[in-house]
């Protein structure tokens, strides 16, 4: 006897059946995804001995910066010695350089073409640094870069050149050994290898940029395009940064075929268009240097980042311990294989002229393969494909009514009707997985008061948010019974071909994530069609056409869970992070499992209702465990943002704290704080923000994410601020004072003097007319925010400026006065950057102490803070 075709296996016995698919694709994709290479230690290889990129030797100099030196804040001592350091070591490098060459001519008699030059450009400037759309300036004074060129030592050489940038700098809560100490290992490593390598000359120079100053936003990258003498050679430049500690280190921007082409040639590629996106769209409110060549130079680059375990970006475990061994490795070989593609004979830097834009290549790494093609080629690729997808449900379709033998003739639907109704069954199957997983965000964090509970581990959210984005999938597909299994796999097909065509069509190349994942279903449903003609869909045919999305959409879930979940531990105490969280799920959970919609349709109520019972259960389970868990530990900690601030004018002091995210638990904490630390009596309030509340001008515009709070601080009777008067004094003035009354404006030039202040930052209202920052002053009478940034002991900058004097009755004298707010950290200021010098400090720095251990304490080691002291005031010029 055949076996019944209709129902062959019930829908557990299928789910068994296919589980070691559903499971050991994933498991299989999880481990290519974060497959790195070995470390390689030896500096020669001892089979060929030609010089190799040492992992150990890079990260003993990001080793050496970040903990031998420590937290390299520009302005600060450590900074300057990280300076004085690396232009030892570079000078050190070019000697072997010159010892090379000239060791080439004794032994081959031939002058080996290869020249190393060495500059440490030191220079002042200005730019407009807009962030989080508010308008912003930024001025520096004597910072600095050093710059190795290596080329053929010929003009011809040096007319078109690669640049390879990193920063030496770090911000100020971190040490930065991934970022960016360990770039700036890899470089001096691509050098040693580069130079040490017999016979090799490059046919064009290679420009490597150690930048100072980075976290400061982006001055030194400003310095050197608009002011080094090879800048004007730059063809294209290689951006090398760190958000993170593991995994490959991902491209997420690029700006040209010619440069993604480029990086087709490394050894282990991990990039994908949908990144370059996502990016580009700027919802992760970030930014590298990358701006600035872009601006300034009008080139085109590639944008690479180690992403993995984002938890400890800008903290102070950014250390080397917490690189994940082959990081190093793969960030140095890929870098490596490009310079050298680049500054090859048949290279396409002398033909990149033509600036910088969103390139219209489609590429994506799957399963560690390295794919690219042009937008016109996917064009045509996603329209056979979905062209293909109609003719085969135009041509296959079968009358599940007539084949069920139930000649109802009111459920006789055509062709596309059918069609209609499984698009119909796939899209609200795709709202109520939305539905049901913002449905539990909002009770997470509105009864239970447990947001963010799956912080601390990346891909926990789907546990929590999975169940549910099933159930709801599931439990929409109840009103609508009558739609056939076969019909929704249709459905689900056209659905992402036509889908892939219609988005490539509107410039997404992302549209390729569709492509990946309809070209098996096809391919799986023409098989059905071909071998079995029963009425359900055959269960192979799931297994062929659900392995794609699998493969796929695995990838996609690690990078976007590796890069979104961190990332919600610093996007702003508003940000609705658990809804951003659940929503992903369902979106990323959608294209990962496409067959959950016709599955339901294969089982009909009888099967759904249960199951959606069972998923209901489940989340309840996962939801009571979840509610247990805290959103930080030791290693995901939270980050407060702690300043002890001296006013200088009212000579008052305060603790100010904020957070840059949305869990529960920082009223309580900042609450504690106040009793322990605060003026006895007093309590912590909350702080309203806005552009003229100046108490955290240090961190505008990133301040009004905090929404902080502040709590008055004791002062010891007979305090007065070094700062206040005297010989330290930090005074905002203005000197060469014009009034002209009859044109109605006042030129001067501010001048602030700030010894032993640095990231000195003033705002003030006027009507600017002009001034030396910039060409064009906004035309009216309204906020400006100035920020400096400056090399370690230079305590002066000043600004020229012509303002409108507002009219009004009173005399021309006080309708010009200026209000302007200003404000500083104080150098020996920092709480732990500068611990070893801790009683230079003085009483912020006792504070921190003590501050720090109670924190560590109190929250069992589950924050991260920054301690910072500031000087500031308010003073009419
Ligand atoms: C960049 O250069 C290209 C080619 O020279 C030019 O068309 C484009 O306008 C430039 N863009 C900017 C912002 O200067
Ligand atoms: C987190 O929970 C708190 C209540 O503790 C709530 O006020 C806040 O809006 C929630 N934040 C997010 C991002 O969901
Ligand atoms: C900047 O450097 C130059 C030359 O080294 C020096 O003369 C000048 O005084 C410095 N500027 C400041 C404000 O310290
Ligand atoms: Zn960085």
Redesign the pocket.
């Known amino acids: 006897m055949a076996p019944p075709r209709s129902r062959p296996w019930g829908p557990i016995l299928s789910l068994l059946v296919l589980s070691p698919l559903l499971i050991g694709a994933p498991w299989f994709t999880v481990r290519k995804h974060y497959e790195l290479p070995e470390p390689v230690k030896e500096l020669v290889n001892p089979v060929t001995s030609l010089p190799q990129l040492s992992e150990v030797q890079i990260l003993s100099y990001a080793q050496y910066l970040s903990e031998g030196i420590g937290y390299r804040t520009v302005g600060t001592s450590e900074h300057a010695l990280a300076d004085k350091w690396l232009l030892g070591k570079v000078q050190e490098m070019k000697k072997e350089c010159e010892a090379l060459v000239n060791q080439a001519r004794v032994t081959s008699g031939t002058a080996r073409k290869l020249e190393c030059e060495v500059w440490r450009q030191e220079g002042s400037g200005s730019h407009r640094f807009d962030m989080m759309g508010k308008r912003l300036y930024k001025t520096y004074v004597n910072l600095s870069n050093i710059i190795v060129r290596v080329s053929d030592g010929t003009p011809e050489g040096k007319e078109h050149a690669v640049l390879v940038n990193a920063h030496l700098d770090s911000t100020v809560p971190s040490p930065g050994a991934a970022d960016d100490a360990l770039s700036v290992g890899v470089m001096l490593e691509c050098i040693r290898v580069l130079t040490h390598t017999p016979g090799w000359e490059p046919k064009h120079a290679i420009i490597f940029l150690f930048n100072h100053a980075e976290e400061s936003l982006q001055d030194a990258s400003q310095l050197y395009s608009t002011q080094h003498p090879t800048a004007k050679t730059v063809r294209a430049f290689i951006n090398l940064e760190a958000a993170g500690t593991e995994g490959r280190e991902l491209l997420f921007q690029a700006t040209s075929e010619e440069m993604i082409k480029a990086y087709s040639k490394v050894p282990r590629p991990f990039g994908t268009v949908l990144a370059n996106e996502v990016f580009s769209s700027g919802v992760l409110l970030s930014d590298t240097d990358f701006r600035q060549f872009e601006l300034y130079l009008?080139i085109t680059g590639l944008d690479l980042a180690v992403v993995g375990n984002s938890y400890l970006y800008h903290t102070r475990k950014d250390l080397v311990e917490h690189i994940q061994p082959g990081v190093a490795q793969h960030m140095a070989d890929n870098t490596l294989a490009l310079l050298h593609y680049l500054s090859e004979e048949g290279s396409p830097l002398p033909s990149l002229?033509?600036?910088y834009h969103k390139p219209s290549t489609v590429f994506f790494t799957h399963l560690g393969q390295f794919f690219l093609y042009s937008a016109n080629t996917a064009k045509v690729l996603y329209g056979v494909l979905a062209a293909a997808s109609l003719l085969f449900v135009r041509y296959t379709y079968r009358d599940p009514w007539a084949a069920l033998k139930k000649a109802n003739p009111t459920n006789h639907y055509g062709v596309w009707t059918a069609q209609f109704n499984g698009v119909y069954a796939v899209s609200v199957g795709f709202l109520g997985a939305l539905l049901a997983t913002n449905g539990l965000a909002a009770f997470m964090h509105r009864v239970l008061d447990k947001n963010m509970s799956w912080f601390s581990v990346e891909m926990s959210a789907l546990a929590l948010y999975g169940p549910p984005a099933i159930a709801g999938a599931f439990a929409t597909q109840l009103l609508i019974p009558s739609v056939p299994e076969r019909s929704v796999f249709t459905g689900m097909l056209l659905t992402q071909a036509i889908g892939a065509f219609v988005v490539q069509l509107c410039g997404f190349g992302s549209a390729v994530i569709l492509y990946l994942s309809a070209v098996p279903l096809l391919l799986a449903l023409v098989t059905d069609h071909m071998f079995n003609d029963g009425p359900t869909v055959s269960l192979w045919t799931y297994a062929a056409a659900q392995l794609g999305p699998l493969l796929s959409g695995t990838q996609v879930l690690c990078t976007v869970f590796d890069v979104f979940v961190p990332l919600t531990g610093r996007i702003g105490r508003e940000a609705p992070a658990e809804h951003i969280i659940a929503t992903l799920v369902a979106v990323t959970g959608a294209y990962t499992l496409p067959l959950v919609v016709p599955f339901a349709h294969r089982y009909g109520p009888s099967f759904v209702l249960p199951a959606v019972m069972f998923l209901h259960f489940t989340t309840l389970v996962t939801v009571g465990i979840f509610s247990l868990w805290s959103p930080f530990d030791t290693m995901h900690q939270r980050r407060l943002f702690v300043l002890s601030s001296d006013n200088i004018t009212s000579h008052e002091r305060y603790l100010h704290i904020g957070a840059a995210d949305g869990a529960p638990g920082l009223d309580a904490l900042v609450y504690q704080i106040s009793e322990q630390f605060g003026v006895p009596g007093t309590t912590a309030e909350a702080e309203e923000m806005n552009d003229w509340n100046g108490d955290w001008d240090i961190l505008y515009p990133f301040s009004s994410f905090m929404s902080p709070y502040k709590i008055p601080l004791p002062i010891e009777p007979g305090f007065v601020s070094p700062f206040a008067v005297g010989e330290q004094q930090f005074k905002v003035e203005a000197v060469n004072d014009k009034i002209d009354e009859k044109a109605g404006t006042r030129s001067f030039t501010l001048k602030i003097v700030h010894p032993g202040i640095i990231w000195t930052v003033v705002a003030f209202d006027a009507h600017v007319l002009k001034w030396t920052l910039d060409d064009s002053p906004p035309d009216e009478y309204t906020r400006h925010h100035v920020k400096e940034g400056s090399f370690y002991g230079v305590d002066t900058w000043s600004m020229d400026m012509v303002v409108k004097i507002p009219e009004g009755d009173k005399d021309v004298k006080s309708r010009s006065e200026i209000s302007i707010n200003f404000m500083g950290m104080q150098e020996s200021g920092m709480w732990p950057g500068k611990k070893r010098d801790k009683a230079k400090g003085g009483h912020a720095m006792v504070l921190f102490e003590k501050l720090d251990t109670w924190l560590t304490k109190h929250t069992d080691d589950r924050v991260d803070a920054m301690l910072v002291a500031t000087v500031g005031g308010v003073v009419a010029v």
């Open positions: 009008n002229t033509a600036g």
